[in-house]
């Protein structure tokens, strides 16, 4: 019992508190040992047992008559009707990814993925939500240039196309970058598998890879801010195999077909332990693990090494004595590992033996469900209302509109993502229809003619200057990007990303964040079905910008009815549907040109917002969109711009809305889109956005190779082949990697 | 009787679904899917080799798959003229084994690619590409980070004077474009021939545009024009 050698507090080499220390003594009426401890440890962090979140997820709506399964399993699932569901989820690998980005990012992406098959879904496809510092230096170039190539090295080998994502710049992430990892499977309705270790006298087995000593307490390192005083921590790094992962698919797969398994799960942060535990829970049974039996990697690991190890590439079973044989033989066909390593037990105790020694028997529940739920203290910080006035000269006073587009095209954030995208195989599988670049990812799926669409998707600015509002906004906008290729968004994911909850302006952040997610997935429909949580993002005390990113699916009943973004024939009417109002605050231009985070964040009205899905659900349906896009960042003349790129097509654009160019052309109003659509159908798309009670405004007609726009008093003409070049090659150039000319 | 079609499935193949399913939607005819511990093989009339990333693509692409127990099935299928068609890995494993000539190198760039791409047929006379007409200009997506041909100047001399250029990446215009493509290849090359004119190995992957809801058919021709040559020769 080395753990008493230390003066008398166990707890500390954990990561508990004397308090928690207490309460697990009380709750297992009698002190825990080494081993129980180190099991606390991990399962009461805040990366497994949510202490610091629970009160606060518990708000959100999660059911629905999509929903199939709703959050609490490996990952959650809705229904896409003809007997198919999606299971989806979005995970975190930030702290990973900011001490070795390539390996770091890759382990996120097979994270997420064995979530995914763990509920017997082929995964289809994922999407990546990144943010880096500024692209100025070189740590965040080495951060952009490792976490890419770590998704594309993990990702592509797997065959899983990796078809949508986000990326974004902002100094806050300068030391912390944020990478999610969403990943979506196909699963037949009736073939659907859960994480429950259900009937006692069944076998525990592990299968894939061999069990090391890497990633030992990842889930506690998680749970703790990083600092320059961090070497130490390169050891809980984990490093991925993707062979393996592959191999370990296909293998899970083939007995999953076979019918040959009871419940299973994958092994992530806290490995053994906590699927284990979480095994016992979900059925409410217990079970044991003989850590003698765990296939090693290495000799010389300590019990609870075994325990807590987070080596890659793992799965734990649950399987009815007699059908082990035949899951030893896929798996040798497959050249894998499989080895019983313990029983289901009706005890209820989660126990932990090495031969007929028993090193540690706890409650299976005390570690999943009696973590302390923290009830944190909020404190509204003092920036939120100082930075609500804001001086938007700069811009006003700017002039030169062309120069200024020009200057927001080739800007980190809006220019164009191809250099990230092309390095990820977003078409292997044969199944994507509309391809990353545009609002939203869409899928064909088994049962034709339906298709799924996904996205991505958080403006951390509008969170940071208005938490709430800004909470809100990010699941509409997910939505639109969803709605706007004719798809009904769905259901909803998040990875909520936050700096330590300890701090009360910190968890105010959170608090109101969620609360708006919470009420914006109500009034748009799209519960929330799981995600997860990671707080303690910070560096030397500075705090990330809090990033509640919000992954969302959507189904389009015909794949016929699919929009895209692009402008498509010369002579189409330009229009925008929803209102513009006098809003730069917040404002990427207003950042790009001050440097400065300020200022009211748009205004949103959910109803408003509902319609507008609504409206553009119904005008796909109806054949009346040639194009659909999503007004966003950068405002109405970078959403024109976008769609004139994607087209190769010029506009001849003259309209007034009564406001000032600034706020006209970039200002950041909530629930618009830019459509375009034949003259001759005109009238019955003006008559449908009538019927929702919504603003539609012609803004003139598609043409040319020169984009040519006269609004509010602003005049800009820029060839279209110009903003091409700028907006194109700008990500490629500050990545800073030997770029050459598109060749072809 | 319709010839009979096979795709291998090596450890780490992730386009060998992809390539039985285009199959089947172009000729109506399913493909079995074939295990790569398979030493013994009923005459399958074509043979594919998919792409993805075989043994992990550890050691070098296609190195390790090369000795796998169903190489010597598709020599033996090979020799007997039997068409075999290498995609991407597929044909970074067919150099390796000595299949075809040559050998795929990391892109110029160092980065993975995944694109659309333009190719010129550039002979039309093979059983692979009756179906296109001659210079024919198609889009296919390429998805790869090690796809930079390249043969000493003696086997390329053989290549060019035996018409064993199959595709070179171009242009929109079909004109070809200086520096390798977009991955550095030599003299443009993106699929050769065999000097027996029945194995294929391209780099570009057909499978993944061969429907009009994928955005594109260019891919089609290409597995028609083999289908059709084995109708023909079983008819």
Redesign the interface.
Known sequence: MNARADGGAPWREHGLTEEEYRLIARLMEREPNYEELALFGVMWSEHCSYKNSKAQLRKFPTAGPQVIQGPGENAGIVDLGGGWGAAFKIESHNHPSAIEPYQGAATGIGGIIRDIFAMGARPVASLDSLRFGSPDNNRTRRLLNGVV?GI??YG????IPTVAGEVYFHPSYQENPLVGAMCVGLVKTDRIFRGAAAGVGNVVMVVGARTGRDGIKGASFASEELSDADPDKRPQVQVG????E??LLEATLEILDRNLVVGLQDLGAAGLTSSGAEMAGRAGNGLYIDVAKVPLREDGLAPWEIMLSESQERMLLVVEPDKVPEIRKIFD???LAAAAIGEVTGDGFFTVRRGRETLAQVPADLLTDRAPVNLRPVREPEYFKARKKADFQAVMNYGDWGGLLKRLLASPNLSSRRWV??????????N??I?PGGDAAVL?LPAAPRGLALTCDCNSRYVYLNPRLGGAIAVAEAARNLAVTGARPLALTNCLNFGNPENPEIYWQFVEATDGLAEAALALDTPVTGGNVSFYNEYNGRAIFPTPTIGMIGLLDD?ADRVTADFKAPGDLVLLVGETREELGASEVHHLLTGRDEGEVPALDLGAARRLNDFLVEAARRRLLRSAHDCAEGGLAVALAESALAGRLGVELEFDFGLSPAATLFGESQSRAVLSARAAQAEELAGLARDFGLPLARLGRTGGAVFRLQAGGALLAVPLAEMARLHENSLAEKAA????P??? | MSPKAAVVVFPGSNCDRDCARAWEAVTGEAADLVWHKESALPDYDFIMLPGGFSFGDYLRCGAIARFSPVMSEVRRLAVRGSRVMGICNGFQILTEAGLLPGALRRNRDLLFICRDVHLRVENNRTDFTRGYGPGAVLRLPIAHGEGGYTIDPRGLKALQDGDRVIFRYAGPDGLTPEGGGPNGSLDEIAGIINEAGNVLGLMPHPERLSEALLGGEDGRPLFLSVFQSLAGAWS
């Open positions: 190539a594309a090295g592509n080998c797997l065959g195999d993707p062979f393996m592959k191999l066909k497959w050249d995208y092309e390095q990820y195989d977003h078409l292997v599988g044969l994507t229809v391809r064909r794949l990697l030997t770029v050459e598109r060749a072809v």
